[in-house]
């Protein structure tokens, strides 16, 4: 098991909403305040401020408050982990396709 196991795992969980993928996807813009947030979801802003917490807590987003605006902005580096992880799992995959492509190139028949 991979050491940072408990992040990738926070990180998982906060983007397994489709809510909050599309505030990462809407971020991964530019910075954004959470009333501009919400307005595409329909959503009062204590809901949309639930979503915003769980990608803060996971390490996703951060934010800052500025008088009675709240920005929140795409941590850098914060999707580095899902990156690393799925890199892992590519590799293994990509070695079996490999060996399997080998073994079909050697036991098809030649056409002549």
Same mark, same amino acid.
């Given at each position: 098991?991979?050491?940072?196991? &408990?992040?990738? &795992? !926070? =990180?998982? +969980?906060? /983007?397994?909403?489709?809510?909050?993928? !599309?505030?990462?996807?809407? @971020? !991964?813009?530019?910075?954004? =305040?959470?009333?501009? /947030?919400?307005?595409?979801? *329909?959503?009062? #802003?204590?809901? /949309?401020?639930?979503? #915003? +917490?769980? #990608?803060?807590?996971?390490?996703?987003?951060?934010?800052?408050?500025?008088?009675?605006?709240?920005? %929140?902005? @795409?941590?850098?580096? !914060?999707?580095? %982990? @899902?990156?690393?992880?799925? *890199?892992?799992? +590519?590799?293994?995959?990509?070695?079996?396709? &490999?060996? /399997?492509?080998?073994?079909?190139?050697?036991?098809?028949?030649?056409?002549?």
């Amino acid at each position: 098991m991979p050491k940072y196991h &408990d992040e990738l &795992d !926070a =990180v998982l +969980r906060a /983007l397994a909403d489709p809510t909050r993928r !599309a505030v990462v996807e809407r @971020l !991964a813009k530019s910075p954004a =305040v959470v009333s501009e /947030l919400a307005a595409p979801f *329909g959503m009062a #802003l204590p809901s /949309l401020m639930q979503h #915003l +917490r769980v #990608l803060e807590n996971a390490g996703v987003v951060t934010s800052e408050k500025h008088g009675r605006v709240r920005t %929140v902005s @795409l941590r850098p580096g !914060a999707l580095d %982990v @899902l990156h690393l992880w799925l *890199g892992e799992q +590519r590799t293994p995959a990509e070695h079996h396709a &490999d060996r /399997l492509g080998i073994h079909l190139t050697l036991t098809t028949p030649k056409e002549t």
